[in-house]
T-cell receptor, first 106, second 118 residues
Framework: RKEVEQDPGPFNVPEGATVAFNCTYS??????FFWYRQDCRKEPKLLMS???SGNEDGRFTAQLNRASQYISLLIRDSKLSDSATYLC???????FGKGTRLSVIA | EAGVAQSPRYKIIEKRQSVAFWCNPI?????LYWYQQILGQGPKLLIQ????????DSQLPKDRFSAERLKGVDSTLKIQPAKLEDSAVYLC????????????????FGPGTRLTVL
């Protein structure tokens, strides 16, 4: 089975910091990429899709590098409410990474 | 709009017993997924349905796990017999069918069933 690799963290950062997560995928045929957020003991929820040209949604920026099979997520001006596990996803076939845990500290 | 419903929310059984989980996807979503999430891991896809047909079940342990979606709406996942290592959260998700070139759409997850095998 093709893999998606993420740094498990935890990343402990102060409020207002900028933090970046990286993810690599092994299946060069993967077509779709996503970042999901999962709060403790809750279900995953879509944070953002990742497009080839890169995309931004408020404080969040996602980048895709197909040549290096690498996806990134940048969070600017971290808030306490950003504390969660961030899951990188590649498809086809659907594979989730193990997640990167972020703790934003006051 | 109602979300993905799952039941039961919690289940405790002894090893070698059987257990079944139920999922009702968001209305109109043709694609349904079952995942297993072990503590500290990401969700692992067990099976993906498109309507009532199986798209991917390559990671389903077919000697003990089975799943069906007979009418293309609700789905059940069964484990028979359960092992200690099956202790996990079982997540159901649904989405609109993949778009052009097989690009997947957003998945909406249910709250999950937390299974403990003693």
């Amino acid at each position: 089975r093709k893999e998606v690799e993420q740094d498990p963290g935890p990343f402990n950062v102060p409020e207002g910091a900028t933090v970046a997560f990286n993810c690599t995928y092994s299946n060069s045929a993967s077509q779709s990429f996503f970042w999901y957020r999962q709060d403790c003991r809750k279900e995953p929820k879509l944070l953002m899709s990742v497009y080839s040209s890169g995309n931004e949604d408020g404080r969040f920026t996602a980048q895709l590098n197909r040549a290096s099979q690498y996806i990134s997520l940048l969070i600017r001006d971290s808030k306490l409410s950003d504390s969660a596990t961030y899951l990188c996803v590649a498809s086809l076939p659907l594979v989730f990474g193990k997640g990167t845990r972020l703790s934003v500290i006051a | 709009e109602a979300g993905v419903a799952q039941s039961p929310r919690y289940k405790i059984i002894e090893k070698r017993q059987s257990v079944a989980f139920w999922c009702n996807p968001i209305s109109g979503h043709a694609t349904l997924y079952w995942y297993q999430q072990i503590l500290g891991q990401g969700p692992k896809l067990l099976i993906q349905f498109q309507n009532n047909g199986v798209v991917d079940d390559s990671q389903l342990p077919k000697d003990r796990f089975s799943a069906e979606r007979l009418k293309g709406v609700d789905s059940t996942l069964k484990i028979q017999p359960a092992k200690l290592e099956d202790s996990a959260v079982y997540l159901c998700a649904s989405s609109s069918p993949p778009g052009l070139r097989g690009i997947d759409n957003e998945q909406f997850f249910g709250p999950g069933t937390r299974l403990t095998v003693l």
